[in-house]
T-cell receptor
Framework: EAGVAQSPRYKIIEKRQSVAFWCNPI?????LYWYQQILGQGPKLLIQ????????DSQLPKDRFSAERLKGVDSTLKIQPAKLEDSAVYLC????????????FGPGTRLTVL | AQSVTQLGSHVSVSEGALVLLRCNYS??????LFWYVQYPNQGLQLLLK??????LVKGINGFEAEFKKSETSFHLTKPSAHMSDAAEYFC?????????FGAGTRLAVHP
């Protein structure tokens, strides 16, 4: 069974530029999550999708971050414009249905904002 | 509200020694509890999960954890450390449809 795929693995941009990350969850998983992991901290949930719909985006900085999950499969997370404090690893995860189900994580995208 | 506290950001053990990583949680509803491991430049991998069945949960790679409601703890143990266990370990709680992670404990294993 293929795992959660993410791209790119690494990205370096300058502040005020925009960036997008892509995630392909495990086939058949209805729930998809984006987490932000700042160095030295645990992952923090940014947004959770159930199929096409947003379940929780309470910690997503909506003035600069956006995310979509078209057709209930792939998802894209965008940052525009980026700030220095956005430097982090962005992890995508998926689970079969509810968030109490085991979440499977992708390898992450390491973003450096200069 | 839910929270997780991992005691000790760094733990160092000798190869073959007992591994004990501490996790205390706070949740106003019966929690689901998880331990994940993260190797350098990789995503998180599930070690084990507590879902209110047995209080002693066995996971992969010889790890286990015991749920103690009276102590609000879910400590992770392994009887004998291996060099390949060196990684970062995260405890997480889910009680309100959201996974909350602790800050992590970096485990070092030396010969």
């Amino acid at each position: 069974e293929a795992g959660v795929a993410q791209s790119p693995r690494y990205k370096i941009i300058e502040k005020r530029q925009s960036v997008a990350f892509w995630c392909n969850p495990i086939s058949g998983h209805a729930t998809l999550y984006w987490y932000q992991q700042i160095l030295g901290q645990g992952p923090k949930l940014l947004i959770q999708f159930q199929n096409n719909g947003v379940v929780d985006d309470s910690q997503l900085p909506k003035d600069r971050f956006s995310a979509e999950r078209l057709k209930g499969v792939d998802s894209t997370l965008k940052i525009q414009p980026a700030k220095l404090e956005d430097s982090a690893v962005y992890l995508c995860a998926s689970s079969l249905d509810r968030s109490t189900d085991t979440q499977y994580f992708g390898p992450g995208t390491r973003l450096t904002v200069l | 509200a839910q929270s997780v506290t991992q005691l000790g950001s760094h733990v160092s053990v000798s190869e073959g020694a007992l591994v004990l990583l501490r996790c205390n949680y706070s949740s106003s509803v019966p929690p689901y509890l998880f331990w994940y491991v993260q190797y350098p430049n990789q995503g998180l991998q599930l070690l084990l999960k507590y879902t209110s069945a047995a209080t002693l949960v066995k996971g992969i790679n010889g790890f286990e954890a015991e749920f103690k409601k009276s102590e609000t703890s879910f400590h992770l143990t392994k009887p004998s450390a291996h060099m390949s266990d060196a990684a970062e370990y995260f405890c997480a709680v889910n009680g309100y449809n959201k996974l909350i992670f602790g800050a992590g404990t970096r485990l070092a294993v030396h010969p």
